[in-house]
């Protein structure tokens, strides 16, 4: 038996690559698929240092196509799984996020973002793939994507993305930055029983009393594995509750709706944000990822020449929260959106307020996070 | 009424999905009768049978085994059946497409997958055709034939699929006909029995795409070619077999064990970490 401890409880200085790889091994995960690509490479050589000692199973597959499905393989035996990429890797895994979209696989991606489009800066941060996890692959889908901002929350996020593919059934994206990635930083990882972890749930039913995409309760089918005696039969096309293809329009219509509703009727109990100061705010700076600390210290300069402002994280991107940012709007008479690309949730922002509402945007083309200055800047501007 | 009496192997096929999608006189349906007496001459446990296919008219193989079966993305089965065989040591993967899906967009998978010598067997039905879509050119489409996107005739070279498997690392490879459906049955069973990566290529007509379009005559005139011109060569150099000679050799070509990767993953990683090593058990 070996002598490695499984969750490494204690005090760490290190990266959020490290920390996600220690967050995805907390959480359960035991098979892990991936393809070299920087920034997020870090990830996998953790994993296939520590799997070893851990029981889990990594390997490296020839591409990114095969990476992102061969896990899902891992998956439907039973444990839980993952892969780990940056922007030209998740271009080329959006067909496998459409699958599991579609066969409900409870899966997890993590893309270490850097700045494309194409093979871009490979070594420098951005957040340009905020809308790609939305809608990088083709047909109407819904997926859930966190965004953290430091390494402890690269741990303690990890595990929340993975508990939510459990529970929702759809492919879950933590969306780092290079900085994150690569930012060293206290990491305190808890005791293994005092880590909130949902194990995976298969179906009690016994064969010939279920169906692979019947729901029995809630919006979510229940999970179930190879071996069970089911004789599962699972497809990318349209398929009726059985699994079963089902070639027609309605078939469509009932399982694209639920594999949208599922989450977003689900959004209060899926999304996370963190607001600050808004009330009676003159500004509210709205970010996520690396930027909100960017936004925090920024916040606090302008606060120390007299301006009213207020902040606002999106832990969760995806679901976008419409009700919390509306409430935010309702509570300050400007936004400002923060984010390392050219504008992309500064449009969902600007889709809840209506286009009256004075939204104001800080972005830039990816390469280095945004100067603190240049969004006190604003802040004083927009306040003034 | 008529009686409709059972078929002997309807305990093995979703009989709620018959009538199946392939045309009358397409190989894939016998590929499928010769593949079911396979599995009940080895006796499988079918709790332990997992089929995988990718996307094409033989991807649809998938959903008419009665086990536990998954039809993914197209030419990528054999990455997800390589997480599912690592993951359960125990049972027998089985990936199951054709030639467009397995040579063409699934071939870099192919090769690794071999090369890995991952515990899988593959079932390549070769139609020489991508028929789902209507008749286009695949890598082993023969020279000069035509194909709804070869108008004026294939102009490139065509794969040796067996020489291609083998020269991967594939330790089982054969190539049979769905008109040898005798030796096809058994070479099925040698390969669920094998240990390791084991490839069958099914030599099939698609009668109604890519024969009708090159004057071949009705399926039927495929399989008494077969019978008459195919040469069964076991053991034969597969660097001899391709197609393009005029010749069809058919025969067990490989058949040889080696570590597979999760034994080769488990001697190294027990070597190199001694006591410290935890095999991988999936979900166990």
Known sequence: ?384 | MTEIKAHPVDGLLRTDRIPHIWCPGCGVGTSVNCFTRAIEKVGMDLDKLHVVSGIGCTGRVAGYINVDSFHTTHGRALAFATGLSLSRPDSKVVVYSGDGDLTAIGGNHLIHAARRNVDMTVICVNNYTYGMTGGQVTPTTPDKALASTAPFGNYEYTFNVPHLAVSSGATYVARWTVFHVRQLTRAMTKALRHKGFSFIEVLSPCPTLYMRRNKLGAAVNLMEYFKENAVVQDGADTATVGLESGETIIGEFVNVRKPTLKECYEERMSEALGDEFVPYEGDK
């Open chain 1, 1 to 384: 038996m070996g002598k490695s401890k499984i969750v490494d409880t204690g005090i760490h200085f290190i990266d959020g690559n490290m920390a996600c790889a220690e967050g995805a091994i907390a959480a359960g995960c035991r098979f892990v698929s991936g393809y070299p690509i920087t920034p997020s490479t870090e990830v996998v050589e953790h994993i296939a240092k520590r799997f070893p000692k851990i029981g889990g199973m990594f390997i490296q597959m020839e591409d990114e196509l095969a990476a992102s499905i061969c896990f899902q393989g891992a998956v439907w035996s039973g444990v839980k799984g993952m892969t780990v990429t940056s922007g030209p890797g998740f271009s080329l895994m959006m067909e496998h996020v459409g699958l599991a979209a579609m066969l409900e696989t409870p899966c997890v991606f993590i893309n270490v973002q850097r700045a494309g489009p194409s093979t871009g800066l490979p070594t420098a941060p951005a957040q340009q793939d905020i809308m790609q996890a939305r809608w990088g692959s083709h047909g109407d889908y819904e997926i859930i994507a966190l965004s953290p901002s430091s390494p402890q929350e690269c741990f303690d996020y990890m595990v929340t993305c993975f508990n939510l593919s459990e529970k929702y059934r759809c492919p879950v994206f933590f969306m780092l930055d290079e900085t994150v990635g690569h930012m060293h930083g206290k990491v305190n990882i808890p005791e293994a029983d005092q880590i909130d972890v949902r194990p995976r749930i298969n179906t009690q039913r016994p064969p010939g009393q279920y169906n692979p995409y019947e729901v029995y309760e809630g919006s979510v089918p229940e999970m179930v594995k190879v071996g069970m005696g089911h004789r599962i039969h699972l497809t990318g096309l349209t398929h009726d509750e059985k699994g079963y293809p089902a070639m027609n329009a309605d078939a469509q219509q009932k399982l694209v709706t639920r594999l949208c509703s599922k989450v977003l009727d689900n959004v209060d109990d899926i999304s996370i944000i963190q607001s600050d100061d808004v009330e009676e705010s003159d500004v509210v700076v709205i970010s996520y990822g690396i930027t909100s600390r960017i936004v925090e210290h920024a916040a606090e300069l302008a606060r120390a020449q007299g301006a009213k402002v207020g902040t606002t994280r999106l832990v969760t991107i995806w679901p976008f929260n419409d009700k919390a940012v509306a409430e935010v709007a309702s509570k300050t008479k400007n936004i400002i959106v923060a984010e390392m690309n050219l504008g992309q949730i500064v449009n969902e922002v600007r889709r809840v307020t209506g286009p009256t509402f004075p939204i104001h945007f800080v972005g830039n083309a990816g390469g280095r996070t945004i100067d603190p200055q240049i969004i006190v800047e604003k802040i004083l501007e927009v306040s003034r």
